[in-house]
């Protein structure tokens, strides 16, 4: 199947500061990427779709000067955590896609906020 | 927006049982897919099953798109199955199409 990465894997960073994570689609050209947000023992929630060279489009009550999303090419989309408090704390998915095909996730990347 | 449900939310099956798991939409859906998520986070893709059934190894799938319903089929379970299985539909959205999950089924297999 393709392969979708995330980097970091994990992160820590103290409250107010901004974290970056990266998403590449390593063998496959991705038009569509995806982030979800997931708490423990909860399912995947979207929080927003990126059409590659398009604005992302962001899910009802996602913040979308808080998480700002980037997908400057076909095989890398970006996500940056701004101003981080504790409750920004969670396991970040992203997932990406050829057309309307079969969607692919990253391995996530878990952020704690300190 | 769609609804998805799945059930049972949890279950707890010795090594060797078969199992079934259930995915109900509440409209309908151009796709669906089955995942199972391991114990460190990673979705694996298992199933891309918008109708009609399909197998690999020990796990199949079926979707009755016209009853809104899929189900995962899970033979001589094994430890390495333990995780939770989630479904998820491809709904519309502002931006086009997204994958919607369901809450999952947290399965654990014992030896």
């Known amino acids: 199947g393709a392969v979708v990465s995330q980097h970091p894997s994990w992160v820590i960073c103290k409250s107010g500061t901004s974290v970056k994570i990266e998403c590449r689609s390593l063998d496959f050209q991705a038009t569509t990427m995806f982030w979800y947000r997931q708490f423990p023992k909860q399912s995947l929630m979207l929080m927003a779709t990126s059409n590659e060279g398009s604005k992302a489009t962001y899910e009802q009550g996602v913040e979308k000067d808080k998480f700002l999303i980037n997908h400057a090419s076909l095989t890398l989309s970006t996500l940056t955590v701004t101003s981080a408090h504790p409750e920004d704390s969670s396991f970040y998915i992203c997932s990406a896609r050829w057309g309307e095909g079969e969607q692919y996730f990253g391995p996530g990347t878990r952020l704690t906020v300190t | 927006g769609i609804q998805v449900e799945q059930s049972p939310p949890d279950l707890i099956l010795q090594e060797g049982a078969n199992s079934t798991l259930r995915c109900n939409f509440s409209?309908?859906?151009?796709?669906l897919q089955w995942f199972h998520q391991n114990p460190w986070g990673q979705l694996i893709n298992l199933f891309y099953?918008?109708?009609g059934t399909k197998q690999n190894g020990r796990l199949s799938a079926t979707t009755v798109a016209t009853e809104r319903y899929s189900l995962l089929y899970i033979s001589s379970s094994q430890t390495t199955d333990s995780g939770v299985y989630f479904c998820?539909?491809?709904?519309?959205?502002?931006?086009?199409?997204?994958?919607?999950f369901g809450k999952g089924t947290t399965l654990s297999v014992s030896s």
């Open positions: 998820a539909v491809v709904a519309a959205n502002q931006a086009g199409t997204a994958l919607i």
């Open positions: 099953i918008p109708s």
């Open positions: 409209d309908s859906v151009n796709n």
